[in-house]
């Protein structure tokens, strides 16, 4: 099983500068632990103790996830994850 | 150094006037490895707000898809400051995301004058940089 996962510039320090790597499982959660086995604490910079983190978007193939199950979408062989920061600030 | 032209320059303070007083956002496109400004999009302000902007997560990945397809890059992302100054807050420098953009501010918080500066950030520290605004067509810039 292979799931495509895209990942943003920023992230790529920990996928040795890779832009695409794939991965596996049943569910977003899954898939993500699945890549962090491989390249420790990419994880981390999707999710935190409340879930995912807000100003990172992850979409499975060309929806947000956040529109979907969150962490419990389910993804299949042959899906896209895409990874991109928010891009957001502010006068303050 | 930013270089663009007067026509991409007035585009985006253009736009930061008509959203006045909410933040205005957007990107200017380039051929990727070039670092040259070329097609300007204005973004949706999800947050719709005098002090925060975010990209609809929705239209960000229509924008970086459509980017990517074309072998372009984000070379600005610029956004607006309606009662503050055109220089990078604590905010915008935590979620700036783009290593290889050029971040531009405008400030609208007087009504006959724009301040437009942009900068760089990188890993939380910000550099200013001087603007250069040509005339001509994008794309047409003299190197």
Redesign the interface.
Known sequence: MAIEVRI???LRTYTGGAKSVEGSGATLAELLGDLDSRHGGLRDRLVDDAGQRR?V?V?LN???V?FLGGLATPVADGDTV?V????????? | MLTITADLHDKIVAHARADHPDEACGVIAGPAGTGRPERFIAMLNAERSPTFYRFDSTEQFRVWREMDERDEEPVVIYHSHTATAAYPSRTDISYASEPGAHYVLVSTREPDRAEFRSFRILDGVVTEEEVRVVDGRAGSAPE
């Open positions: 943003p510039t920023i100003f978007n979409y060309d929806e947000d956040r895409t991109l920061p928010a891009v957001a600030g502010g006068g303050r």
